[in-house]
């Protein structure tokens, strides 16, 4: 079968089962806080656990690539786009789920549910564990991937497990003894999908669970760039290090590519002046991986996901 009827007969069979929710030719961009990225052939919001397994089958049997988006707040795709499908976990995964155990309280989040409203709910109850993710954005899903963290304080602190659709379609739940994790990193094999988080968090002085919330957004509005399209640290910060401070170093803060620009309030977040290239972002982060390779010997590890097809 040629190409083309290939791809006719994977975009019909997808549309009997998923209707008018599937989308052709998404611009990505409209999906990531860069608001960089070029279309996805196929778009679709997932609504049960079940779906997951379904269009991963599909994908495969169309030799198709399948990715996942959660609040895109961590991702660098290419202007090309993406060939193949792009989901997302839809509004049935955006929930939190709540039991009180003595001093401590069990929350169960679903993937797509904002990080930043979990955080404001536990913090409303004077409940503490997730102050320090104050201002993260995203969701729940990407969160854990990325073990998001902030001033000393990350996800997997607070992890008591997670629940989870395997790339051979099994729903299930694995305790947190049996996770790992790292630094920005949750080892997850490819094609698994994070449906739900369960976390743990303790009851405290309504005045202590504030001032912690408070110092923390102060800190994030005194050191980061507003206003501006980004996707928060570039990279990742190497031991011992900081990625802003040698950045700065040789010279790259406030360095600007077409529109792309290593801010000058924190030379670790690139901003989009506004139509911004995937390629000058690139373009800015091989520039500071050679210079700080260059001068210091240290290896700028990205902390942003390039997603897509790249020329080379
Ligand atoms: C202004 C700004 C400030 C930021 N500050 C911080 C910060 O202080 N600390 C920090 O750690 N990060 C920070 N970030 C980065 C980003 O917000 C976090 O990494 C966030 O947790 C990513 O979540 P997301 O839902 O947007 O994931 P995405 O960017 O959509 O995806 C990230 C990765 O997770 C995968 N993924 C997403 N959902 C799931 C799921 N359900 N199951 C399996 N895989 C999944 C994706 O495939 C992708 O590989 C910041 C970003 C911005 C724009």
Known sequence: MGCERLRAKAEEELRARFGGRVKRDE??????????????????????????????????????????????????????????????????????????????????AGASLSLKKLVLQAVEQDLTGLEFAEGIPGTVGGGLLMNAGAFGGELADVVLGVDLVTPEGRQIRVPREDLRFGYRHFDLPRGTVVTAVEFVLSRASHEAVWQRYCQAKEKRERNQPRGLPNAGSIFKNPPGEYAGRLIEAVGLKGHRIGQAMFSPKHANFIVNLGGARAEDVRQLMREAQRRVADHFGVHLEPEVRLIGEWRE
């Open 27 to 108: 611009p990505l961009a409209r999906h990531t806080s860069f608001r960089i990225g070029g279309p996805a052939d196929f778009w679709l919001e997932i609504e049960q656990p079940e779906e997951i397994a379904l269009v991963q089958d599909w994908a495969r049997r169309f030799g198709l690539s399948c990715w996942l988006l959660g609040g895109g707040t961590n991702v660098l795709v290419s202007d090309l786009g993406v060939r193949g499908i792009v989901i997302r976990l839809g509004r049935s995964f955006a929930y939190s789920e709540w039991k009180p155990n003595g001093w401590s309280v069990r929350v169960r």
